[in-house]
């Protein structure tokens, strides 16, 4: 399974972290392949907030090809009106079996055209302003991630751990996601 994860100036570390974690310890306890990719629009380092650096695996154009891309979330603003990146996420997308977005990391996907009609979350500080900007898209704030077909978006932050983790049980089963939660020492609702 190949994964990519979306990161830019200003992403959310846990918004991209939290996934990462869960599937390095899936295909651990799996005992399956899970290689998880972070992807950039540069190859140069990236900063998220808290001033962490980040080293991508690739940038957005040259990498493998998905069964799963992942944008995560955090200060926009250098990338939302970035046409290379949304036009990559445009091609990406097509190209790719599932998308998901954690916290804001869906008013990309929103931009790009991607998920016209579609039901999703994003963090509650952002659920008001991305029905206003996006009504075509039915806004829900009372779940921690929603699936609608071949998309699944998240809450806030920290959701984008339980969001893969049942990401993990539909692709490997509830023994792995749960062996994965209990080996990441985290309390998973679904427990």
Sequence with gaps: ??????????????????????FSTASRIANRPINVSLIAPSN??????????????????GHPRFDLLIVAGGKL?????????????????????????ICSGVFLFAKAGLIEGKTVTTHWERVDELSKQYPHLLVVNDKRFVTDQNFTSSAGVASG??????????RFGFDVARKTAHQMDYLWAEL
């Design 1 to 22: 399974m190949e994964i990519g994860i979306f990161i830019y100036n200003g992403v959310e570390a846990l918004d991209f972290c939290g996934p990462l974690e869960v």
């Design 44 to 61: 140069s380092p990236i900063r998220a907030r808290g001033d962490l650096s980040i080293n991508p695996h690739f940038c957005i154009h």
């Design 77 to 101: 603003d250098r990338v939302i009106n970035n046409q290379a990146v949304l036009d990559w996420l445009a091609e990406t997308a097509t190209h790719t079996r599932h998308c998901a977005s």
């Design 161 to 170: 751990i339980d969001m893969s983790l049942d990401m993990v049980k539909k």
